[in-house]
């Protein structure tokens, strides 16, 4: 084996392992303690802002029906300390009696979906005081 192909050989090795990375979405942390404001964005997704005026998309794996309606439910009934992540199940019987009872989180991503309402405008989330 030449130089040449031995290195094509590690490179082509190298690029295989790194392509499921690549496709990963970006690990993000959002804690109860720093939500300021939330707004239901359809069945199974709810965007919050954080103290920093940062907006995190959580989407669940299911529909929500309670939590997307009352998602201030979904912010009582969460982990008291640590970050959000895949997984999580979010107790969500103090909103009402639509099921289900119990949602779990699929992800929880920076940043907004792309045809959510800006900060400030109607519909949109607002940012905190200074």
Do not use: W
């Amino acid at each position: 084996m030449t130089r040449h192909q031995a290195m094509f050989g590690s490179a082509l090795i190298a690029s295989l392992l790194a392509t499921p990375l690549m496709g990963q979405p970006q690990t993000v942390c959002l804690q109860r303690k720093d939500i300021v404001s939330s707004k239901a964005y359809d069945e199974n997704t709810i965007v919050f802002m954080d103290r920093l005026g940062s907006n995190y998309t959580l989407k669940f794996t299911d529909t929500c029906p309670t939590g997307a309606r009352n998602p201030g439910v979904v912010i009582q009934s969460m982990k008291p300390s640590g970050c959000l992540t895949h997984g999580d199940q979010i107790d969500v019987t103090a909103g009402g009696p639509i099921p289900p009872p119990v949602c779990v989180i699929e992800s929880v991503t920076e940043g907004t979906p792309s045809n959510f309402p800006v900060a400030g405008a109607a519909g949109g989330l607002s940012k905190p005081a200074p």
